[in-house]
């Protein structure tokens, strides 16, 4: 009889199987087929559940090494760390000694349209290398994405209005079907007049005033109607003229004005759609020299017009391609040469001037954005010899001044973000290089940057600076972020830059709000005291200061979330401080960096939540009344709420007095209750609490109103 063999025992033992659950959490509890539905699957609907909830969970539970453990190095490769499985983008990254930053890109899918951003974006530097709770951050705004429709179709319900392309067969029936739509003369004049006399119009000047009302009172034609119901005579427009050049940019201008600035006008289709068309439809020449000047001011009223959500692509950057081309074919980059050939006025050539400088600025802010080469060569011109801006009035020093700082600024951001988008970038010390550079053009007294930044900081010595500092005050922290990010750089000064840049232009832009809230408040008090209105400077400010506290944001949150790693965690360098400056406070008056110990994130992120405070705190209740209504700022204050409320029941879960803050639980454990904590925050809707917040202050007002008046 055969003897039976004993097992051998140094065989290895057969590991369980671990990867990633796709399907949803009702269906993962109650071992259903899950047919992976966005935004909602299957099973959920046929029960009526409020929600769908996907998630990165594992199938079984992993070690502190496995999970949240990560090198300092990134990996080149794609991993389980620097997946996204929540939704359908993903990023790619190749094998590259040199560390080309081209291999450092994110595509992203909505709705089964694509867009790919590059290294100096804020979505691939994001979602490079995510670690677990770095995942979990995003994939719980993902979430917040479904809950936003929403909200917008309470609140927000003319927001995205439909494209209506006219045919251009006849162009003088078209302009008579425009006047019937248009408000009396004199609500359009005073319109053309705001806006001229407006901080808009005096930060850009790209169309001349003079020009703009000559053209207006030549080509509209006026007639005095009587009305039935006051039986006075109101001049209503009964024609446009085409002008006998036939350039309809004259006209597309001051539509353009009317459209996006006039209060409560809400244009016709016959309106917008003339309006697009003359934008995109290549029926129209580029030989005109004021379809730049259309094309750009289209672009700087959408972006103030703006209420778009921060997720959404924004398609308005198509624009600047097409000034790009343009300004391209017309040659204003030597404008200086053909301008005596002209019959411009100086004031027309200043406004061309003009032009073409903020077509290079927002050519470089949109190439930052979405991490693409510049649409402008830099090789077509010479900064050198580039035109002043200077002109002969009683502002010529101011002019002056306006043209330097332009000037220095497009010299170094320019060649800067192109060659941080181009296949040439191998050289990761010139990241410090550029923030350098970056630094001193700020610190050399060009910009007084002190007046932006500084605690309790809020008239800024000349309003042409502020979408200056706004770029360049965003690029600071990206370039730490990127060194960090990309070439895992884990040095005293790179933590402490993104921190401190992060802070600075969050305390930037709170300033801006204040101060736009005041400016409103000063120059036109009926205005102001209008509940449903967003007023003019307010306005601007959130137009300005929206990118950067969306991407500032992201980047700060996900710095945080990175940290959380065993070795941190353990040591406690960069979340808390052992000697004894837990609540260190970061001075915003300068740009240096501490390079002999850590900042600590936690009191950081404390330092964000009292900063935000002096726009969401209760004093602030007059400027809630218009914050209320704007869907971006809503969202912002959102994105800083949730971020804010999930980074804090974090700390609670791993902060432990008495023992210098080491963990006292394993990684499988920190991780069930860090998802615990984050899944219950999936079911808020962060609109409405943001909305609940803004309106609290003024609803007891409203009450204490009433009661005083019975």
Known sequence: MMDIAAPVTDAPAKKRRRKVMKTCLFCQKRKLKCDRARPKCQQCATRKLPECIYTNGFNFDVTVEELIG???IPPQTPSASSTVSNTDSKNITTNDDDKDLLNFQFMDSQEGQYHMYGPTSWQAIVNYDKGAFEREYIDLWNVQKIKYNDWKERNCPVEKKPKYWIHFH?????LKIICNVLPTYEKTRDTLDRFFSSTLHDVYRIVDRKQTMDEFNKLFTVTGV?????GLLTDVFTDIKIPADSNLYYIGIILLIITHTMPNFNPDKSLTGFLEQLAFSPRFSDHFVERPQFLLLMYLLREYQSNLPIWETNQNNNLIMSICQSCTILGLDK????????????????????????????????????GRALYLSDERFDYDELYNLERNEPETDREIRRSAVMTKFLKIVRPMVNNLNSTNFRDKNLLNYYAKQLVDYFECGVIPINLYIGKGKLLPADVFDLPIVALGGTILPALYHMRK???GENSIEVNNGIIKYCLLMVNYSCNIVLWSDQMDSFIDPQYYTNKGTITHHLRYAICLTAPIMKRVLFQFHDYYFQNISAENLSLSYQLYDKEGFENQYILLDNFDIETSHYYQIIPAMQQVESIEKSIMGHTAYELHKRLHYSATFVTLSGLQ???????VQTIKLIKCPGENQTIQQNGSDLWNEYRSVSSRLWRINVFDLVQKKLAARTEHEDASARYTFT
């Not at 006849?170 to 078209?174: G, W």
């Not at 009587?226 to 006051?230: A, G, H, Q």
């Open 70 to 72: 990560k090198s300092p």
């Open 170 to 174: 006849d162009v003088s029936n078209i």
């Open 226 to 230: 009587e009305p039935s119901f006051e």
């Open 335 to 370: 404008i200086e040469k053909w301008c005596v050939k002209s019959n411009y006025s100086d004031d027309v050539i200043y406004s061309l001037k003009r032009t073409f400088y903020w077509t290079m600025f927002f050519d470089v802010k949109v190439s930052f954005e979405e």
């Open 485 to 487: 990010k990309y070439f």
């Open 641 to 647: 709420m949730i971020s804010y409320i999930l980074a």
